[in-house]
């Protein structure tokens, strides 16, 4: 009897062990470098961000990001890697609006189910697209814009088939009743030329790539995409307070692990990376770029991921866009 007590207790004692040692390994992670894919080149805006977190979560918490560039098709193949890596939390990818919320309803086929094969961990920033034209355009409102379009079919540039940008241009275009053809190029660069070449008469771009010509004198900003104004660009209105309320369109970024990724290590990763985007020198190097610092919990996360994806979903449809 004594004897099967003492093994009794023994048994729990080891139990204990074995408890404390899961315990023990999960607050001591990470005990190696993390990866974070970014599936789009270097220097992007998506990769800018990602570094820019990394780099802070580096200096203030001591934990190493490996930073890896997986681009192509649109951000699919470097999400497809982090979709299909091990689930302990040592690979991670920033997602954003286009492979996240866009891609699953713009391409027939999917290597990845964007609404199941990932668990949400932060949502880092947002940033809206920017209604440019050139200096010397006759528009300077979204009224000048639709009535320019009655006169004759205006060319929209974008960077892209379904970039975030083309997508706000669709929707903005159907809910103003402005008649329009879709000029797509490859990249937000010959974009831009064309803009300022007089090629085509306006562009729905990101905040890095115009403002500086904003700025400058040779493009001019008719209205943002924002439900407030950027501070960077406090005299430009947003579309919805020139007469289509509720117009929204951001693209955002956002960090995420493969589904099944234990919810201890979420909460870890998330904890540095709110920290970081808390940090005055993060917040205004986002707002000088015209993005704006987010943040909150992975369940806040997961729940505007399924709002984007259907929301982005009815656009994609309503544009006819597709990609084989």
Same mark, same amino acid.
């Given at each position: ?109 999917? &290597?990845?189910?964007? !609404?199941? @094969?990932?668990?949400? $961990?932060?949502?880092? =920033?947002?940033? %809206?697209?920017?209604?440019?034209? #050139? ?36 929707m903005f275009a159907r809910r103003a009743g402005i008649r329009m053809m879709h000029v797509p190029y ?58 289509? &309320?509720?117009?929204? !369109?951001? @693209?955002?970024?956002? $960090?995420?692990?493969? =589904?099944?990724? %234990?919810?201890?290590?979420?909460? #870890? ?45 009815v656009a994609v449809r309503e544009s006819g866009a597709t990609v084989d």
């Open positions: 009897m004594q004897m099967r007590k003492a093994l009794a207790r023994g048994a729990f004692a080891l139990g204990l062990v074995f408890v404390g040692g899961g315990a023990l390994a999960q607050a001591a992670y990470p005990d190696q470098p993390i990866r974070l894919v970014v599936p789009f080149p270097p220097a992007g805006g998506t990769d800018v961000l990602s570094r820019l977190i990394a780099n802070e979560v580096a200096m203030k918490e001591k934990i190493t990001f490996v930073v890896e560039n997986k681009p192509g098709a649109g951000g699919n193949i470097g999400l497809d890697a982090v979709a299909k890596a091990k689930k302990d939390g040592y690979t991670l990818g920033t997602g954003q609006t286009a492979n996240l919320a866009i891609n699953p309803t713009l391409y027939t086929k999917m &290597p990845f189910d964007a !609404a199941r @094969d990932f668990s949400p $961990v932060i949502l880092l =920033a947002s940033q %809206p697209v920017i209604l440019v034209v #050139r200096a010397g355009s006759p528009v300077k409102t979204l009224a000048d814009l639709k009535s320019q379009s009655q006169g004759r079919q205006l060319t929209m540039a974008s960077a892209g088939t379904g970039t975030v940008g083309h997508i706000s241009g669709e490859k990249g937000a660069g010959p974009a831009t030329n064309d803009l300022l070449g007089g090629v085509t008469d306006f562009y729905f771009a990101t905040p890095p790539t115009v403002i500086p010509l904003v700025k400058g004198g040779k493009l001019r900003a008719i209205a943002v995409t924002s439900q407030k104004r950027l501070d960077i660009l406090p005299d430009v209105p947003t579309v919805s307070e020139s007469g289509y &309320p509720g117009f929204v !369109a951001d @693209d955002w970024k956002a $960090v995420v692990a493969p =589904a099944g990724t %234990p919810p201890g290590v979420i909460a #870890r990763i998330n904890q540095v990376m709110n920290a970081a985007l808390a940090r005055p020198e993060v917040v205004t190097r986002l707002k000088d770029e015209g993005s704006v610092p987010r943040g909150g919990t992975p369940a806040d996360l997961g729940k505007f991921m399924r709002s984007e994806q259907a929301r982005w979903g």
